[in-house]
């Protein structure tokens, strides 16, 4: 059990359900665009090592399931780190060919404006049956068919790759190279068709505040990706704030899944995306952990039953910048960013700055590293910036959440402060 109850208080919250909540805005207006695709949303949060991993084809030694990157509850259960979870269970029903799951995941992971420990996907999944095509078409012709009933798009996609590539992003064995060009497409064109669905909304959105409104021009791009339950994968990137920003992760389901859950003659393809990195873009939210906020001035902002309206900020608070620079314990080898060394992850502080300092925390970075020439031992310096989002900090309060911090570092983590 590594799983701190700050986390655990998180599971009641289901903001995806809230009603007026912008990730709920956010997941009704996807599921606007899947017509006829069934929706799943209140699947339990707690599942077993096999749901979350075995059943997805997880290598035993796969990075995710490390106790640095997963919230356990013991060693075969686990908050759901993806929606992905669900994806076997959900075909093996076999009761309609496309689905919808939307639900809140856990990872320990970096504290950022875009990374929080619990987040919000929405899985997509369609497939079709290779048995039952009629015997004067084929299954390739007829997906085209359906990648024809979804509407069309004047958007410029970045999308330089070919569908398979037999090293990066390979077919596999159990398809044909034709269905697979028609199921990429049928999945691209999906998802495109959402993405320009957000961005229409976000254009036409009032503002409310006087915030100047974000009019880059859309630009998105396909890349390929990698993920063991899916061949050839692909990740969608928007531009946001002067950066690509990654919102989805998708490709052709594996055909050892769809096996395993009793319907071998069905192919097709699955996508999770970030709830609220979607939500960001269509509301102009600016950081993620707005979303927890059960501050009136921002959840009174957000209404299912009024058009779309861009988040007005409430004015912007003090940032305070503080570094903690300790030794690793001796024998600990050292730390690379995002690495394991030894018995040091980074996750490890950053989940502690969240426990201590918690949503006070905006932001956590390595800002220097180095090994004594001598003694061998490795130092670290993070630096933390302090803000709220509701109100300045005074300078005893961040002094006091600092040192605080410091100290459950040492006790937690055995490193040494210099
Ligand atoms: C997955 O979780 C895969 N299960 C997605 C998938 C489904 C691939 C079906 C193929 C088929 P990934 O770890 O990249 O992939 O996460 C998916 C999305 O979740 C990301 O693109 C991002 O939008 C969002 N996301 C990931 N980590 C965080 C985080 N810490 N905070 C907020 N959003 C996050
Ligand atoms: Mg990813």
């Not at 998180?10 to 929706?39: C, V």
């Not at 987040?119 to 390739?140: C, I, K, Y």
């Not at 699955?270 to 873009?281: D, S, T």
Request: glycine content about 6%; overall charge negative; hydrophobic content about 40%.
């Amino acid at each position: 059990m590594n799983t701190p109850p700050s986390i655990l208080s998180a599971l009641k919250k289901r903001l995806h359900l809230q009603p007026d909540h912008p990730l709920a805005i956010t997941r009704q207006l996807i599921e606007s665009r899947f017509p006829g695709y069934a929706y799943h949303n209140a699947l339990f949060p707690i599942v077993t090592t096999h749901q979350n991993f075995d059943s997805l084809g997880f290598p035993p030694d796969h990075p995710g399931r490390s106790r640095t990157d997963t919230y356990y509850i013991n060693s075969k259960t686990v908050l759901r780190t993806h929606t992905s979870a669900h994806q076997a269970d959900t075909f093996r029903a076999n009761a309609t060919p496309g689905y919808l799951i939307s639900a809140d995941v856990y990872r320990r992971d970096a504290v950022d404006r875009s990374h929080y420990p619990v987040f919000h996907q929405m899985e997509g999944a369609m497939t079709w049956d290779r048995t039952t095509v009629p015997t004067n078409s084929t299954l390739a012709a007829q997906i085209w068919a359906d990648v024809a009933k979804i509407p069309s798009h004047d958007l410029t996609v970045q999308d330089p790759n070919p569908t398979i590539d037999a090293d990066r992003n390979p077919l596999q064995p159990e398809h044909a190279a034709a269905e697979v060009e028609a199921v990429a497409a049928h999945l691209k064109r999906s998802l495109e068709d959402v993405v320009v669905a957000i961005f229409s909304a976000a254009r036409a959105a009032t503002t409310a505040g006087g915030e100047a409104p974000a009019d880059e021009p859309l630009q998105i791009r396909w890349v390929e990706a990698y993920f063991p339950f899916t061949s050839p994968s692909w990740e969608l990137e928007v531009f946001w704030q002067g950066e690509w920003l990654e919102v989805l992760g998708c490709g052709v389901v594996r055909h050892s899944i769809l096996a395993n859950a009793g319907v071998p003659s069905r192919i097709g393809w699955a996508f999770g995306l970030g709830l609220e990195r979607i939500a960001m873009l269509l509301f102009s939210i600016p950081d993620i952990r707005l979303f927890w906020s059960e501050d009136a001035r921002f959840l009174s902002q957000f209404s299912a039953s009024k058009p779309i309206a861009r988040f007005a900020r409430f004015s912007k608070f003090p940032a305070c910048f503080k570094d903690m620079s300790f030794w690793l314990p001796a024998g600990v080898g050292g730390n690379s960013a995002g690495g394991q060394v030894g018995g040091f992850h980074e996750n490890d502080v950053m989940e502690l700055v969240r426990e201590v300092a918690g949503d006070l925390a905006e932001d956590v970075r390595l800002v220097d590293e180095f090994t004594h020439p001598k003694t061998g031992r490795r130092s670290c310096c993070y630096r933390v910036n302090y803000r709220s989002l509701e109100r300045t900090l005074t300078n005893e309060e961040t002094n006091r959440l600092h040192e605080k911090l410091r100290g459950t570092l040492v006790e937690r983590l055995g490193v040494e402060l210099r």
